[in-house]
């Protein structure tokens, strides 16, 4: 059974930073292309950061120069450094994992997603 378990949401305030894992099994970790999105309430499912398995990156506008997506495979965990939140970004951060095509990745397996809350 493949299982994507997120961790690391919080309520911060802003100008704060945090560090999102999720936590991949049953699934070889290094073949996947992995994906952080979010939801904010009342709002439609947002594409954050891809991370390829070569641990090439892209990043959403709202995230570039505050987001960090990085990847241990050697832990199966994906991570998403975010520094310089704003109440903007408060949502529901959720990863997926899935192959890589010339679309970007595929998203075949959900997280539940930890939430993010960030107070002005």
């Known amino acids: 059974e493949v299982q994507l378990v997120e961790s690391g949401g919080d309520s911060v305030q802003a100008g704060g930073s945090l560090r999102l894992s999720c936590v991949a099994s049953?699934?070889?970790?290094?073949?996947?292309?992995m994906s952080w999105y979010r939801q904010a309430a009342g709002k439609q499912r947002e594409w954050v950061s891809p991370?390829?398995?070569?641990?090439?990156?892209g990043y959403a506008d709202s995230g570039k120069g505050r987001f960090t997506n990085s990847r241990d495979n050697a832990k199966n965990t994906l991570y998403l450094q975010m520094d310089s939140l704003k109440p903007e970004d408060n949502a529901m951060y959720s990863c997926?994992?899935?192959?890589?095509?010339?679309?970007?990745?595929?998203?075949?397996?959900w997280g539940q997603g930890t939430q993010v809350t960030v107070s002005s």
């Open positions: 991370i390829r398995t070569v641990g090439k990156t």
């Open positions: 997926a994992a899935g192959t890589w095509s010339f679309r970007g990745c595929t998203t075949d397996y």
């Open positions: 049953g699934l070889p970790y290094t073949l996947y292309c």
